[in-house]
């Protein structure tokens, strides 16, 4: 099993519209959860941090459930400069070795149309 | 401020053939990391540091070396390209903190014919 998983996509959804993206992790040592974006042909960059509490950003809130241990990400009011790959990465202690282990997810595809 | 900068951006190698992808940072960040991305499989670790003078393998290391001399510089090496290495090679940092985000190069596309 992948430590971190999400659906592939892509998701095919109007401007306007509200999509939610899922994903799920399997260590629950698992300590601190991202959201970053993915532009084709370009680098990933950080889109929020995902607190316990939930937060949001504007039209983009997510949430976090650590019994059920996934993450979610909704894009409200969805615009054409929306679509792109967003990438679920979590991040826990190395058991060995020290430092940060990320974990990014393989991403889901989010295409948003006229 | 440049963050991170990775060259070169485009690269064809024949099999066969070594080279060295370059990766430095001015944030003084203590982790810098290397991953490969190919379509369907995500980002993959390569190697990473935790800091100057100390490395070690992450997921796909085979093929690869790394090195880190100083806190800035990170180089990932290809001794004998393959195929199978052709890719986008992602260079990242990130300081200590577990909450903080990590930073991104550019991304070199690299083919092995």
């Known amino acids: 099993r992948k430590e971190v998983e999400q659906d592939p996509g892509p998701f095919n959804v109007p401007e306007g519209a509200t999509v939610a993206f899922n994903c799920t992790y399997s260590?629950?040592?698992?300590?601190?959860f991202f959201w970053y974006r993915q532009d084709c042909r370009k680098e990933p960059k950080l889109l929020m941090s995902?607190?316990?509490s939930g937060n949001e950003d504007g039209r983009f809130t997510a949430q976090l459930n650590r019994a059920s241990q996934y993450i979610s990400l909704l894009i409200r009011d969805s615009k054409l400069s929306d679509s792109a790959t967003y990438l679920c990465?979590?991040?826990?202690?190395?058991?060995?070795?020290?430092?940060?282990?990320?974990?990014f997810g393989t991403g889901t595809q989010l295409k948003v149309e006229l | 401020n440049a963050g991170v900068t990775q060259t070169p951006k485009f690269q064809v190698l024949k099999t066969g053939q070594s080279m060295t992808l370059q990766c430095a940072q001015d944030m003084n960040h203590e982790y810098m990391s290397w991953y490969r991305q190919d379509p369907g499989m995500g980002l993959r670790l390569i190697h990473y540091?935790?800091?100057?003078?100390?490395?070690d393998q992450g997921e796909v290391p085979n093929g690869y070396n790394v090195s880190r001399s100083t806190t800035e510089d990170f180089p990932l090496r290809l001794l004998s390209a393959a195929p199978s290495q052709t890719s986008v090679y992602f260079c990242?940092?990130?300081?200590?903190?577990?909450?903080?985000?990590?930073?991104f190069g550019q991304g070199t596309r690299l083919t092995v014919v």
């Open positions: 990465v979590v991040n826990r202690w190395r058991l060995t070795g020290g430092g940060n282990k990320l974990t």
């Open positions: 540091s935790v800091g100057a003078g100390i490395t």
């Open positions: 990242a940092s990130k300081n200590r903190d577990m909450n903080t985000e990590a930073f």
């Open positions: 995902v607190y316990s």
């Open positions: 260590n629950s040592a698992s300590q601190s």
